[in-house]
């Protein structure tokens, strides 16, 4: 009874530590207390001078060796944050033009092109003539362009211009339009090293413009060529929690980021032969679940069930059930191949750039996907004799009937119609005040925040209940997914207003947008929105608003900071990366809104954060002159 109000999560995790099954949090509490320095961003190890550390309080140390002050010690830390953040997104969007180019060029068995449309819609924001040419002509072109984009010696990054006007020349006056995502990266790494870039308005600066080149560049490349790959979400039922995975089954679990590897999985799990095989070890079928970002690509494209969040991966493999956990890249944890090591479960992983010691290793390529797929598929199969019945534990829940696969598009069309899809009448709706404003809820979850937490799933229910609709994307997302948050009956949770659009309209009010990846579709919608006409003509001016709770990967770090660049305020849980700082935090928090007309804040308080939204929201509305 009374595992019925714990989440699935913590009921894992109980039965982990019944098992003595090691676990994020015990190596959390092994690890406190956390080294005071590297808390507050005042350690440098930039250069074999060092490491050096500043002293925030007492008589100790104000620079390290070379003269560096704090600001500069922060700002550094934060510029190279931002700068593998983009790295990371910008090379999974690298990964997909080339699966793009293989496709077209019929090197890719088993992949095709699914959206047409968007082929065409992203050819003319590269200006590539599509009248009277082959649908993979045009695909080859548009694959190779969006490689340029990555290296190009000139200019800016070509998706920049989908910002509004207004946006587009802030960023112009304060030179921070990104040029080359890898040249931002690499001109990142070397400002930071030692001697170079010492002033942290100007590191902040380059900060932007690297987080700029991941939302506008490498991030809505992986997103947008996804969509012509593996389809433009629409509206679709899905299960999440780690109830997907079943005891008769053969449960495969895919976990990591690119979809391309989730996507060929699927795509092998059919056939006689698999079901030959499925049916000769006795199971009842294959089960594929996804983890982690895999898991939002997999639900918003396909309706495939989502295992869980970031913190849940160790407890989807203690389930005892998990014949095998194919990984990719990003936010996969090294302690999974300890945890495989008490159960039958093989742990694979797939990338020559991502490999884990203990760790089986099938190599993954465009060519072969599709036969590598198999061989893990076969492999899951074989192993499935191999499962020991007294270790077999699958928490009893899971959501049915949650709807996710809210692309920007699908969101224009469901609010606009078929007739004329287009945000006004989201834009209507928050001018008669039904919806006060809309919040993007992005990012991890994290054991130093609490154990099994449900942040996202309060902050969205207080949002919702003060009509404000919510857009969900990456870990947030899966949280809110496993919590039971998109439900279309969940309009009863909402305020009157936004309970009247969700009627009318048939959408749940928390939207699922997708992976970390797709917050370039917040980026998209936004633009939209202020383009629309109403609610100003800036992004800056929308009344939106940011938030990730439960900050981990450096990939957050990035994210928020293309957000207040792009003119969206947003709040961060937990701490500030550069705490030991003062200026540096009080130029995120205060100076950058008369730059970029949005800024940071930081509140540990994780209750707090909902009224900040809140009150900007209001702000915005009230400078408008919509406050009704
Ligand atoms: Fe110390 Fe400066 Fe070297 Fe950093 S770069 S380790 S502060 S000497
Ligand atoms: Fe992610």
Same mark, same amino acid.
């Given at each position: 009874?009374?595992?019925?109000?714990?989440?699935?999560?913590?009921?894992?995790?109980?039965?982990?530590?019944?098992?003595?099954?090691?676990?994020?949090?015990?190596? @959390?509490?092994?690890?406190?207390?956390?080294?005071?320095?590297?808390?507050?961003?005042?350690?440098?190890?930039?250069?074999?001078?060092?490491?050096?550390?500043?002293?925030?309080?007492?008589?100790?140390?104000?620079?390290?060796?070379?003269?560096?002050?704090?600001?500069?010690?922060?700002?550094?830390?934060?510029?190279?944050?931002?700068?593998?953040?983009? /790295?990371?997104?910008?090379?999974?969007?690298?990964?997909?033009?080339?699966?793009?180019?293989?496709?077209?060029?019929?090197?890719?068995?088993?992949?095709?092109?699914?959206?047409?449309?968007?082929?065409?819609?992203?050819?003319?924001?590269?200006?590539?003539?599509?009248?009277?040419?082959?649908?993979?002509?045009?695909?080859?072109?548009? +694959?190779?362009?969006?490689?340029?984009?990555?290296?190009?010696? @000139?200019?800016?990054?070509?998706?920049?211009?989908?910002?509004?006007?207004?946006?587009?020349?802030?960023?112009?006056?304060?030179?921070?339009?990104?040029?080359?995502?890898?040249?931002?990266?690499?001109?990142?790494?070397?400002?930071?090293? *030692?001697?170079?870039?010492?002033?942290?308005?100007?590191?902040?600066?380059?900060?932007?413009?690297?987080?700029?080149?991941?939302?506008?560049?490498?991030?809505?490349?992986?997103?947008?060529?996804?969509?012509?790959?593996?389809?433009?979400?629409?509206?679709?039922?899905?299960?999440?929690?780690?109830?997907?995975?079943?005891?008769?089954?053969?449960?495969?679990?895919?976990?990591?980021?690119?979809?391309?590897?989730?996507?060929?999985?699927?795509?092998?799990?059919?056939?006689?032969?698999? #079901?030959?095989?499925?049916?000769?070890?006795? /199971?009842?079928? %294959?089960?594929?679940? +996804?983890?982690?970002?895999?898991?939002?690509?997999?639900?918003?494209?396909?309706? %495939?069930?989502?295992?869980?969040?970031?913190?849940?991966?160790?407890?989807?493999?203690?389930?005892?059930?998990?014949? $095998?956990?194919?990984?990719?890249?990003?936010? $996969?944890?090294?302690?999974?191949?300890?945890?495989?090591?008490?159960?039958?479960?093989?742990?694979?992983?797939?990338?020559?750039?991502?490999?884990?010691?203990?760790?089986?290793?099938?190599?993954?390529?465009? #060519?072969?996907?599709? #036969?590598?797929?198999?061989?893990?598929?076969?492999?899951?199969?074989?192993? @499935?004799?191999?499962?020991?019945?007294?270790?077999?534990? %699958?928490?009893?829940?899971?959501?049915?009937?949650?709807?996710?696969?809210?692309?920007?598009?699908?969101?224009?069309? *469901?609010?606009?119609?078929?007739?004329?899809?287009?945000?006004?009448?989201?834009?209507?709706?928050?001018?008669?005040?039904?919806?006060?404003?809309?919040?993007?809820?992005?990012?991890?979850?994290?054991?130093?925040?609490?154990?099994?937490?449900?942040? @996202?799933?309060?902050?969205?229910?207080?949002?919702?209940?003060?009509?404000?609709?919510?857009?969900?994307?990456?870990?947030?997302?899966?949280?809110?997914?496993?919590?039971?948050?998109?439900?279309?009956?969940?309009?009863?949770?909402?305020?009157?207003?936004?309970?009247?659009?969700?009627?009318?309209?048939?959408?749940?009010?928390?939207?699922?947008?997708?992976?970390? $990846?797709?917050?370039?579709?917040?980026?998209?919608?936004?633009?939209? *929105?202020?383009?629309?006409?109403?609610?100003?003509?800036?992004?800056?001016?929308?009344?939106?608003?940011?938030?990730?709770?439960?900050? *981990?990967? #450096?990939? /957050?770090?990035?994210?928020?900071?293309?957000?207040?660049?792009?003119?969206?305020?947003?709040?961060?849980?937990?701490?500030?990366?550069?705490?030991? /700082?003062?200026?540096?935090?009080?130029?995120?928090?205060?100076?950058?809104?008369?730059? $970029?007309?949005?800024?940071?804040?930081?509140?540990?308080?994780?209750?707090?954060?909902?009224?900040?939204?809140?009150?900007?929201?209001?702000?915005?509305?009230?400078?408008?002159?919509?406050?009704?």
């Amino acid at each position: 009874m009374e595992d019925k109000q714990k989440t699935t999560d913590q009921i894992m995790l109980d039965k982990m530590r019944e098992s003595k099954i090691e676990t994020m949090y015990d190596r @959390y509490k092994a690890q406190q207390p956390q080294c005071g320095y590297g808390s507050l961003a005042l350690c440098c190890r930039h250069c074999n001078y060092g490491p050096c550390n500043i002293d925030p309080f007492g008589p100790g140390p104000k620079r390290g060796i070379c003269g560096a002050d704090a600001n500069t010690f922060a700002a550094r830390h934060f510029l190279r944050m931002s700068a593998a953040g983009t /790295a990371c997104h910008s090379d999974h969007g690298r990964a997909v033009a080339h699966l793009l180019v293989a496709t077209a060029r019929g090197e890719a068995p088993g992949y095709r092109i699914k959206d047409v449309e968007k082929l065409k819609m992203i050819a003319e924001c590269f200006d590539i003539k599509t009248k009277d040419r082959e649908i993979n002509e045009i695909a080859e072109e548009v +694959g190779e362009m969006a490689l340029m984009e990555f290296g190009k010696p @000139y200019g800016t990054l070509l998706f920049l211009k989908r910002a509004p006007a207004a946006r587009q020349k802030i960023w112009e006056k304060l030179g921070i339009a990104s040029r080359a995502i890898d040249r931002e990266v690499t001109e990142s790494m070397h400002r930071t090293g *030692m001697g170079g870039d010492q002033d942290y308005r100007n590191l902040t600066k380059q900060a932007m413009r690297v987080s700029l080149a991941d939302g506008w560049g490498g991030s809505m490349i992986a997103t947008e060529l996804q969509d012509i790959l593996f389809g433009t979400p629409k509206p679709v039922q899905g299960r999440a929690n780690l109830g997907v995975l079943k005891k008769d089954y053969v449960n495969i679990v895919v976990h990591g980021h690119e979809p391309q590897l989730a996507e060929a999985i699927v795509m092998a799990s059919t056939g006689p032969d698999i #079901e030959k095989a499925v049916a000769a070890v006795g /199971a009842k079928g %294959i089960v594929i679940a +996804g983890l982690c970002c895999t898991a939002n690509e997999l639900l918003v494209r396909h309706g %495939i069930p989502m295992a869980g969040h970031m913190t849940m991966q160790e407890g989807a493999m203690a389930t005892g059930v998990v014949e $095998v956990m194919v990984v990719d890249i990003q936010c $996969v944890m090294q302690a999974l191949a300890e945890t495989a090591k008490h159960f039958h479960t093989k742990l694979v992983t797939t990338l020559s750039k991502a490999k884990i010691s203990g760790a089986e290793h099938v190599e993954f390529e465009d #060519e072969n996907a599709l #036969e590598s797929a198999k061989k893990i598929i076969l492999m899951a199969i074989g192993n @499935y004799k191999n499962r020991d019945k007294k270790k077999v534990f %699958i928490p009893d829940a899971s959501e049915p009937n949650l709807i996710a696969g809210f692309s920007h598009e699908t969101i224009k069309y *469901m609010l606009g119609g078929r007739f004329r899809a287009s945000y006004r009448p989201l834009n209507d709706n928050i001018i008669n005040g039904r919806i006060r404003g809309v919040v993007g809820i992005a990012g991890c979850t994290s054991p130093k925040a609490g154990e099994c937490t449900q942040s @996202y799933v309060d902050l969205a229910k207080e949002l919702i209940a003060n009509n404000i609709l919510v857009v969900a994307t990456g870990c947030a997302a899966g949280q809110c997914a496993s919590g039971g948050l998109m439900l279309p009956e969940l309009k009863d949770q909402c305020g009157a207003g936004l309970k009247e659009v969700c009627e009318a309209v048939g959408i749940p009010p928390v939207l699922h947008s997708g992976a970390c $990846v797709d917050n370039s579709r917040i980026l998209i919608a936004c633009s939209e *929105m202020a383009k629309e006409g109403g609610l100003g003509n800036d992004i800056s001016d929308l009344p939106v608003a940011g938030a990730c709770l439960e900050w *981990m990967s #450096e990939k /957050a770090i990035a994210i928020g900071q293309f957000l207040v660049a792009s003119g969206i305020y947003t709040v961060f849980g937990m701490n500030s990366p550069v705490a030991g /700082a003062p200026d540096l935090q009080n130029l995120l928090t205060k100076e950058l809104e008369e730059q $970029v007309g949005a800024r940071w804040d930081f509140q540990q308080d994780i209750k707090k954060i909902g009224k900040m939204l809140m009150d900007h929201i209001e702000m915005k509305r009230e400078a408008l002159g919509i406050n009704v």
